[in-house]
């Protein structure tokens, strides 16, 4: 935990490795809800079915959603979701020309008693 996950219409032609976003995605996860980024798990998912505004091919997408424990302060995941949303469009930004760019991010806060899984820190020490 935490689980991100960018999503992104096939229509943006990404030229540059996601690891960086989501490494910036992590440390600002460590520095604002004190996560240990040994437990980020992100991804992205792009995808060539998707249908924007009236179907006009140069509307594009990219929507991170950021799954976190209920546990963790308002503000600092008010922090967590501005500072995301400003490394996304900082990192499509030379990657739309032409396209009508609408970035998103979401923060999802996930009930902690009904989360379950094995903590890097159990696999490590094992």
């Known amino acids: ?27 600002l996860l460590e520095r604002s809800l ?5 437990n980020c798990k992100s991804r992205a998912i792009c995808h060539d079915n998707f249908y924007i505004s009236k179907g006009d091919p140069k509307h594009a997408f990219a929507h991170l ?6 546990k963790h302060p308002f503000e600092g995941k008010q ?19 032409g396209l009508i760019f609408q970035p998103s991010v979401e923060i999802h806060e996930m009930k902690g008693d009904l989360y379950y ?3 890097v820190e159990e ?4």
Not at 4 to 27: A, M, P
Not at 88 to 95: I, Y
Not at 123 to 126: K, T
């Open 1 to 27: 935990m935490p689980h991100i996950t960018l999503e992104y219409s096939s229509n943006i032609r990404i030229n540059k490795d996601f690891g960086s976003l989501f490494g910036q995605i992590h440390q």
């Open 79 to 97: 922090e967590v979701g501005s500072g995301a949303f400003e490394l996304v469009k900082e990192f499509f930004k030379d990657q739309i020309e």
């Open 123 to 126: 696999i490590l020490n094992n």
């Open 65 to 70: 959603q950021i799954k976190v424990l209920d």
């Open 34 to 38: 004190m996560v240990n980024p040994l």
């Open 117 to 119: 899984k094995l903590a």
